[in-house]
């Protein structure tokens, strides 16, 4: 046998294995080899280089790419977790949510503005009993949903309060609603009008911008359909951030939209003490670019492909 030969063999071997997930077992009996030889073959793979073996700390952080970010684009902080080879976009989701949750902790804010959504969710889970006290929790846009599906929000950002020993404002209303006047006559009523009071007081925002996929969470509440969406793209629109819908230079893409969106507007993030953007993903790319480039946040937790992204950008994708 030659050694190209032997080399195809190795990587036949190897792929089964690695990437087929298949077991030793079954590569033998299919290659009509010994469980053993399978193995040797296996680990001849990996000392001629064809199988390369990474260990990567699940919490492991990248701080060459969190210092080039926060020079590069005047954040407080920003923390960059490597993505695993095996991690899908889920995956990478939960990986990035549970560095926001630790971040987070280590914060330990007294009034938390936050938002809604599935990252969202992910960090509340992470969250440890007891990781920080009395910290007053507060809803930054409405979450009740217009369709048969509920959102988490007002859940999510309870059991954010309860793991904190603290204390929750909730904004009981939908996100967007039909018509302006609605908005204006809803963020009259006092119970609501305290609640973004106390939102623009808080001394730390979170929240994770969201693109401008099918999957959105503002499709399946009902607030928007996918070709809603499809429009906003065409606008311009590169995602939202708390339910109000941005260009690639930070700026609300559809007035007539965002005046019937009820929250925090964005000028708030803007200047908060603290505000963190939680993101990964690459369909988010477009999004966080233009949340930090414009400033809706000060702070990034994200994953090491977007940052690379954001550090160094396709001509495509340049403003």
Same mark, same amino acid.
Request: aromatic share 4%.
């Given at each position: 046998?030659?050694?190209?030969?032997?080399?195809?063999?190795l990587y036949q071997v190897a792929s089964m294995?690695y990437e087929q997930n298949r077991t030793q077992?079954?590569?033998?009996?299919?290659?009509?080899?010994?469980?053993?030889?399978?193995?040797?073959?296996?680990?001849?793979?990996?000392?001629?280089?064809?199988?390369?073996?990474?260990?990567?700390?699940?919490?492991?952080?990248?701080?060459?790419?969190?210092?080039?970010?926060?020079?590069?684009?005047?954040?407080?902080?920003?923390?960059?977790?490597?993505?695993?080879?095996?991690?899908?976009?889920?995956?990478?989701?939960?990986?990035?949510?549970?560095?926001?949750?630790?971040?987070?902790?280590?914060?330990?804010?007294?009034?938390?503005?936050?938002?809604?959504?599935?990252?969202?969710?992910?960090?509340?889970?992470?969250?440890?009993?007891?990781?920080?006290?009395?910290?007053?929790?507060?809803?930054?846009?409405?979450?009740?949903?217009?369709?048969?599906?509920?959102?988490?929000?007002?859940?999510?950002?309870?059991?954010?309060?309860?793991?904190?020993?603290?204390?929750?404002?909730?904004?009981?209303?939908?996100?967007?609603?039909?018509?302006?006047?609605?908005?204006?006559?809803?963020?009259?009523?006092?119970?609501?009008?305290?609640?973004?009071?106390?939102?623009?007081?808080?001394?730390?925002?979170?929240?994770?911008?969201?693109?401008?996929? #099918?999957? &959105? +969470?503002? !499709?399946? *509440? %009902?607030?928007?359909?996918?070709?809603?969406?499809?429009?906003?793209?065409?606008? /311009?629109?590169?995602?939202?951030?708390?339910?109000?819908?941005?260009?690639?230079?930070?700026?609300?893409?559809d007035r007539s939209l965002d005046d019937r969106?009820?929250?925090?507007?964005?000028?708030?993030?803007?200047?908060? #003490?603290? &505000? +963190?953007? !939680?993101? *990964? %993903?690459?369909?988010?790319?477009?999004?966080?670019?233009?949340?930090?480039?414009? /400033?809706?946040?000060?702070?990034?937790?994200?994953?090491?492909?977007?940052?690379?992204?954001?550090?160094?950008?396709?001509?495509?994708?340049?403003?």
């Amino acid at each position: 046998m030659t050694n190209i030969e032997d080399e195809a063999l190795l990587y036949q071997v190897a792929s089964m294995y690695y990437e087929q997930n298949r077991t030793q077992e079954q590569i033998g009996e299919e290659l009509h080899f010994t469980r053993w030889k399978v193995g040797r073959l296996l680990a001849e793979a990996r000392q001629a280089g064809i199988v390369r073996i990474e260990v990567v700390h699940p919490k492991a952080r990248v701080r060459a790419l969190e210092e080039r970010l926060r020079e590069v684009f005047g954040l407080r902080d920003a923390v960059v977790v490597t993505a695993d080879r095996t991690d899908d976009e889920e995956g990478l989701r939960a990986r990035v949510a549970e560095a926001g949750a630790d971040y987070l902790a280590r914060l330990k804010p007294s009034v938390l503005g936050v938002s809604w959504g599935r990252t969202m969710d992910l960090l509340a889970a992470s969250l440890h009993s007891g990781w920080a006290k009395d910290v007053h929790v507060v809803q930054i846009n409405g979450g009740l949903s217009r369709s048969r599906t509920p959102t988490s929000a007002q859940d999510m950002a309870s059991r954010i309060a309860h793991s904190a020993q603290g204390t929750l404002s909730v904004l009981p209303v939908p996100s967007i609603v039909e018509q302006e006047a609605t908005r204006r006559l809803l963020e009259g009523d006092s119970a609501v009008a305290d609640v973004l009071t106390q939102a623009a007081a808080a001394d730390t925002v979170l929240f994770s911008p969201g693109g401008v996929g #099918a999957d &959105s +969470v503002l !499709v399946s *509440s %009902g607030y928007l359909t996918a070709d809603d969406l499809g429009k906003l793209a065409e606008a /311009g629109a590169v995602g939202d951030v708390a339910g109000r819908f941005i260009d690639a230079r930070g700026a609300i893409v559809d007035r007539s939209l965002d005046d019937r969106t009820l929250g925090l507007p964005l000028e708030h993030l803007r200047h908060s #003490a603290v &505000s +963190v953007a !939680v993101v *990964s %993903g690459s369909a988010k790319h477009a999004v966080c670019a233009a949340v930090v480039s414009s /400033g809706l946040c000060n702070t990034l937790v994200t994953d090491h492909h977007t940052a690379s992204h954001l550090l160094n950008p396709q001509p495509s994708d340049e403003l």
